[in-house]
């Protein structure tokens, strides 16, 4: 107890004394960290992002013109009677046509051929949405019999596969961008770490030596550098999640324009702090403790 | 017993020791030795005969290539790391350039040799006066290296060997960088420390120093042992 209370003491003397060095050692873990929780952010949005797609996707089932009312309530009742299913739309014939022009009302090349057909050419149309979108599977083969296969024109499935594909290129982009970010900032930790150890092996060379002479243990050799290991790490993590936590204020509003969730960052930050806190002061210590145990190694023979 | 050479358990044994740095550089050769506890020994020879190699054997700062070293015993030939600073209490050494820390006062630079043994506070505090006393320096414990002179500074090298009440204290030149009267002093406490029954390793190249003490001296020449007599003179020229 005693002895850590003076190793304690030593590394911070030691700190004092490299004050620039201990400081850009503290900068470079914080950038780093910084990187890695962008990193999680990028994660947390994409999976709110493709949340909100998948929750988008429907399948929607037209049915020929000439299918009769029977025929298309005997398919909805089959259609419903799935658990999976969570929310139902008929569309008659005219409410079909309704939409599709809708949709289409600009298109003056649709609009006039549909004009040229004067009647409605359309069918009813049944848009499912599921719980799961893995679930749009199951409704689709059960609708593949020969029994509705005969009243059905077509089933889409939206393009919405491609959406979701098309987020997860850019934010893996994204995230390997981050990613390769992270690994330089851990290299250049790396560095910096060991060159700090170095550098107060250096300066301390006279005590060392006596240190030595005197039979000090070897801990009170050594341990004043894995001390400052972890008061960086330490010191890197608390500064970092303040930062975040003040970038996520930021970052909020911004996020809640795209998502219908006001305080998303802030919300996982604070739900998670403790997970997002140990990770990464285990992350940090493990590779400061780890760097500086190389740097004494290799220039302070004990 | 088959030793002639003294007792069953010397303070310090040297059998068949020799210390090559390099392909052409010669430390000590085949060097046989028996110190008693409780002897003052002085050791001379020239410059590079390998006085400090044979300082450097005893505190585990060097490893023999060939021969073994005890101490008390203790084989430390092959000293495992995690051993050494138990045997440098056991050992307490002196320089020839004092190796204070400047920026720590007397009793702060004597206190971190028991700080770094993990000694406690109240101890530190029984110690400190104690050692100093020997030194006859207490009255200046809150000086700083620079503000005392080149014996005060060496005697307070002494008193922070001392603070592991050594078996056996080692003097490498210890009055190298002093004056005839500041080196007569450190002589006296060292012939005083010895008087409380530990064994005193002197090395000098001081002709005087050796010929006033009238005890034993160990005479080097090129790594090897050439004399080693009870009451020896200083005889190289
Ligand atoms: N670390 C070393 N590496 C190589 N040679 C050394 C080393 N230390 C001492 N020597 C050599 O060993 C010999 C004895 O040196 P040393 O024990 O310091 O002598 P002394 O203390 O008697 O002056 C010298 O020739 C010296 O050059
Ligand atoms: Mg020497």
């Known amino acids: 107890m005693l002895s850590l209370w003076r190793i304690i003491k030593f590394s911070f003397e030691d700190i004092a004394r ?56 005997a398919a909805k009742n089959y259609v419903e009677s799935f658990p999976e299913v969570r929310d139902l739309i008929f569309l008659s014939r005219e ?10 009302e600009d298109n003056e090349k649709v609009m006039s051929s549909l004009g040229e057909l004067g009647d409605n050419p359309l069918g009813a149309t049944l848009i499912i949405k599921t719980r799961e979108p893995s679930d749009y599977e199951k409704i689709i083969t059960a609708l593949s019999v020969p029994e509705y296969e005969g009243i059905i024109e077509s089933k889409t499935f939206g393009d919405t596969q491609t959406t979701i594909d098309k987020v997860h290129t850019i934010t893996g982009q994204v995230e390997r961008f981050t990613l390769f970010l992270t690994s330089l900032f851990a290299v250049i930790a790396f560095v910096i770490v060991f060159n700090t150890v170095r550098v107060a092996i250096y300066t301390q060379r006279i005590e060392i030596s006596i240190k030595k002479l005197v039979g000090a243990s070897n801990w009170f050799v050594r341990g004043p550098y894995l001390m400052e290991s972890l008061i960086f790490s330490i010191l890197s993590v608390g500064i970092t999640l303040v930062a975040i936590y003040f970038s996520t204020r930021l970052l909020d509003p911004f996020v809640a324009a795209m998502f219908a969730k006001p305080h998303l960052l802030t919300d996982y930050l604070l739900s998670h702090i403790l997970e997002l806190a140990g990770l990464q002061l285990a992350a940090v210590l493990l590779l400061t403790a780890a760097t500086s145990t190389l740097a004494m190694r290799r220039y302070l023979r004990v | 017993m088959v030793e002639g050479d003294g007792n069953l358990f010397s303070m310090i044994r040297l059998q068949g020791v020799s210390k090559q740095y390099a392909e052409n550089s010669v430390g000590l050769s085949n060097i046989h030795l028996a110190i008693e506890a409780g002897e003052f020994v002085s050791v001379v020879g020239q410059s590079g005969t390998g006085k400090t190699t044979l300082v450097k054997l005893l505190i585990a700062e060097e490893q023999p290539t060939s021969g073994r070293i005890e101490v008390g015993g203790w084989d430390i030939s092959r000293l495992p790391r995690r051993d050494v600073p138990v045997l440098r209490r056991q050992i ?19 206190a971190f040799a028991l700080e770094v043994a993990g000694e406690t506070r109240a101890r530190i505090r029984r110690v400190i006066p104690q050692v100093l006393d020997i030194v006859g320096i207490g009255e200046k414990h809150e000086r700083y290296p620079h503000q005392l002179s080149g014996g005060e500074q060496q005697r307070v090298a002494i008193a922070r060997a001392l603070v592991h009440r050594p078996k056996i204290l080692v003097a490498d030149e210890p009055t190298g960088n002093l004056d005839a009267i500041n080196t007569h002093e450190i002589i006296e406490i060292l012939k005083k420390i010895n008087s409380f029954g530990t064994t005193v390793l002197l090395v000098t190249h001081n002709r005087e120093i050796v010929n006033h003490l009238a005890k034993r001296v160990i005479t080097l020449l090129n790594g090897a042992v050439v004399a080693d007599e009870v009451k020896g003179k200083y005889r190289l020229s």
């Not at chain 1, 960290?33 to 949005?45: D, G, W």
């Not at chain 1, 409410?95 to 289409?104: G, I, M, N």
């Open chain 1, 95 to 104: 409410q079909t046509l309704e939409k599709f022009r809708a949709a289409y």
């Open chain 1, 18 to 73: 490299n004050f620039s060095l201990s400081a850009m050692t503290v900068l470079i873990l914080v950038l780093m960290l910084l990187s890695v929780n962008t990193l999680v952010a990028v994660r947390l949005l994409t999976d709110e992002a493709i949340a909100n797609i998948k929750d988008q996707i429907d399948v929607s089932v037209y049915f020929h013109p000439e299918a009769t009312a029977e025929e298309l309530a």
């Open chain 2, 92 to 110: 307490g050494v002196i320089f020839q350039d004092f190796k204070l820390l400047p920026k720590k006062t007397v009793a702060e630079n004597i």
